[in-house]
């Protein structure tokens, strides 16, 4: 007996695969930007090692398809004799890309502030700690947040992929429904609805942010 799906039972389904899309980003987020921190503060440093540290971990994690590095996390670790769920994989992998380029966003944007800034805080007597976070990060926050949000949409979009390792977030619902109800168009239309719901408002923040930052820089 075939259960009939009704467009209903279809769009509820979505919508709670949706959620685990929406928290997928939202630990990515997070977990890259606790990760991305320390990066940005080794890059800072001034000794040479911590900097070539750096570089060969976002040039490995931006390098490299994150198709590629979600099938490590999963497989490669279960190589290793150790059970992972796919959330935890797809969690880690996530997290892992995320912070390699959002340590390259911040501390471009703290790059991007005059040597002067520095130099002043020097002047004040101020030291490395003191001068980076009453002076230097609002700066660089101002420049770095749109880009930021802006990359919050990659991430997004970057959760589809989960669906290879059996992550069941928005895509691989939508590949399940429809090899239940042979009806591609509906439900793909209705996937990629999901997505542009999610990824169309932080886009457009991100385009507002650029645009007040720049209005502000100009004055």
Known sequence: MMTTFTDWDILRNLLLAARWTV??????FIGGTLVAIPLVMARLSKRAWPHWLVRGYTELFQGTPLLMQLFLAFFGVALLGIDVSPWTAASLALT??????????????????????????RCLGLDFGQSLFRVILPQALRIGIAPTVGFAVQVVKGTALASIIGFVELTKAGTILNNVTYEP????????????LMCYPLSRYSQYLEKKFNAAHHH
């Open 23 to 28: 928290l997928l980003s939202l630990t990515a």
């Open 185 to 196: 168009f509906k439900v793909f239309g209705l996937v990629a609805l999901g997505y542009f």
């Open 96 to 121: 892992l890309y995320t912070s390699a380029f959002l340590m390259d966003i911040w501390h471009g944007s703290i790059r991007a502030l005059p040597k002067g800034q520095w130099e002043a805080c």
